[in-house]
Structure formats: structure tokens, C-alpha cells
């Protein structure tokens, strides 16, 4: 299958700093990823979807000048964490569209970036 | 708008026995897909199976099968002879093909847990 993967893994940072994620479409290109946030024992929440070449796409309640998205080239999008406080700390979960022009392209999803926020 | 929605927290089974996930959704569309997301500790996101919504026939994959009952809007997942190794967090979600991006929208989850 379709390989995804996130960096870092793990992130810890001081408030007020920023911080960068990086997920990665190994094997395919992705003209579409999404961006997830999951609390703990919670379910994940959609952020955003990220075009390549355009931008992005925030759900509503999203503070898009706070999470910055680019999505520079088809197998790289980037979630900037602008000014982190401690309740930004969470899972962050990016995932990748399998292009094709299917009527369903299935989503494959990175191992996932834990901040915390100090 | 659409919704998952998934009744239990957390359910127990004992290995080898068999155990069924609940999961019911709302929509007004007649074509869209159904998924159950396996999510172990590591955290990583693993797709065990999916649903066309016009297929009558439940989807299977190995010890998973699916009781797909499309007029109730209920989707549940069984898991036979279950294992260790399925203890996780289990994600129902359903996706609507024809809307921009196939966006997944997932029910609230339920812990499994697997007693020796």
C-alpha cells in the first residue's frame, strides 16, 4: 500500500515559539492531504485540506493565520503551529489522497506528530 | 449534515470469542462509503475494511465483517476469533464521493479491549 509519513514524531516546544510538521507521500503524489487534530481519547477532527499549489482549506472554528498550511509539492504538505501555546499541545495526523481520478480515492494516512506545548 | 455516531466507549471480548463494534450515521445521500479504522497504540491509522453504499453485500476481510444495513443507516463491524493484537481503538466514518476532496468523517470511537 501507499506509504505516508510525518516529522517529526514527537515535538516539544517552548509557548510562543513555532513549530513545523512535515508529511510526506512517499510513493505516490498527492495533490490533496488532509490535516487532522485528535485529543486524547477523542476522535479525529478534520483542520484542513490542502491543495498543492493553491490554499488551503480550513473547517470553520480552524484559526487559519495559527496553522499554516503549504502544500509546495505534490508529496510534501507542511502544518505550521504559528505561536504554540499549551493548548495546541495534541495529535496531529496528516493524510494523503491516492490520486487517480476514481470516483473514490482512498485516503492513507502518517504515523502522526505529538506536540507538546510547555 | 452528516454524522457518525458510535454507542459504545469501550467494549471487552475474550480472545478467541467474537464481538461486534456498533455504528449508525445520518445522511440524506444515497452514495457514499462506510469504513472502519483500526487505530492499535502506535497511533497509526489502519483501514480494516469498507462499504459501497449501493453494494447489498456486507464487506468482508478475513475476521472482519461488516453488517451493513443501509435503511436503518447502521454499520457494525464484527470481529471474529478475535486477538490480542486487535485490541485498539476502532473508528467507524463515511465519506460522500462526489463532494470536493473526499473528506472522511469519523464517529467518536470505541476502545477494544481483548482479555487473555
Same mark, same amino acid.
Given at each position: 500500500?501507499a506509504?505516508?509519513?510525518q516529522?517529526?514524531?514527537r ?14 507521500s512517499l510513493?505516490?503524489?498527492a495533490?490533496t ?5 485528535q485529543?486524547p ?17 480550513y473547517?470553520q ?14 508529496t510534501l504538505s ?12 495534541s495529535?496531529?495526523?496528516c493524510?494523503?489522497l ?16 505529538r506536540?507538546?506545548v510547555l | 449534515?452528516? +454524522?457518525?455516531?458510535?454507542?459504545q466507549p469501550e467494549?471487552?471480548v475474550?480472545?478467541?470469542? +467474537?464481538? +461486534? ?8 445521500e ?12 502506535? $497511533?497509526? %491509522?489502519i483501514?480494516?475494511? $469498507?462499504?459501497e ?5 456486507n464487506?468482508?476481510?478475513? #475476521?472482519?465483517?461488516?453488517n ?6 447502521s454499520f457494525?463491524?464484527k470481529i ?8 485498539a %481503538? ?9 463532494n470536493?476532496?473526499? %473528506?472522511l +468523517?469519523?464517529?467518536?470511537?470505541? #476502545?477494544?479491549?481483548v482479555?487473555?
Amino acid at each position: 500500500g501507499a506509504v505516508v509519513s510525518q516529522h517529526p514524531s514527537r515535538v516539544i516546544c517552548k509557548s510562543g515559539t513555532s513549530v513545523k510538521i512535515e508529511c510526506r507521500s512517499l510513493d505516490f503524489q498527492a495533490t490533496t492531504m488532509f490535516w487532522y487534530r485528535q485529543f486524547p481519547k477523542q476522535s479525529l477532527m478534520l483542520m484542513a485540506t490542502s491543495n498543492e499549489g493553491s490554499k488551503a482549506t480550513y473547517e470553520q472554528g480552524v484559526e487559519k493565520d495559527k496553522f499554516l498550511i503549504n502544500h509546495a509539492s505534490l508529496t510534501l504538505s507542511t502544518l505550521t503551529v504559528t505561536s504554540a501555546h499549551p493548548e495546541d499541545s495534541s495529535f496531529y495526523i496528516c493524510s494523503a489522497l491516492l490520486p487517480g481520478g476514481r470516483r473514490y480515492n482512498e485516503q492513507f494516512f502518517g504515523p502522526g506528530t505529538r506536540l507538546t506545548v510547555l | 449534515a452528516q +454524522t457518525v455516531t458510535q454507542s459504545q466507549p469501550e467494549m471487552s471480548v475474550q480472545e478467541a470469542e +467474537t464481538v +461486534t463494534l456498533s455504528c449508525t450515521y445520518d445522511t440524506s445521500e444515497s452514495d457514499y462509503y462506510l469504513f472502519w479504522y483500526k487505530q492499535p497504540p502506535s $497511533r497509526q %491509522m489502519i483501514l480494516v475494511i $469498507r462499504q459501497e453504499a449501493y453494494k447489498q453485500q456486507n464487506a468482508t476481510e478475513n #475476521r472482519f465483517s461488516v453488517n451493513f444495513q443501509k435503511a436503518a443507516k447502521s454499520f457494525s463491524l464484527k470481529i471474529s476469533d478475535s486477538q490480542l493484537g486487535d485490541a485498539a %481503538m476502532y473508528f467507524c466514518a463515511y465519506i460522500v464521493p462526489r463532494n470536493a476532496g473526499n %473528506m472522511l +468523517t469519523f464517529g467518536g470511537g470505541t #476502545r477494544l479491549m481483548v482479555k487473555p
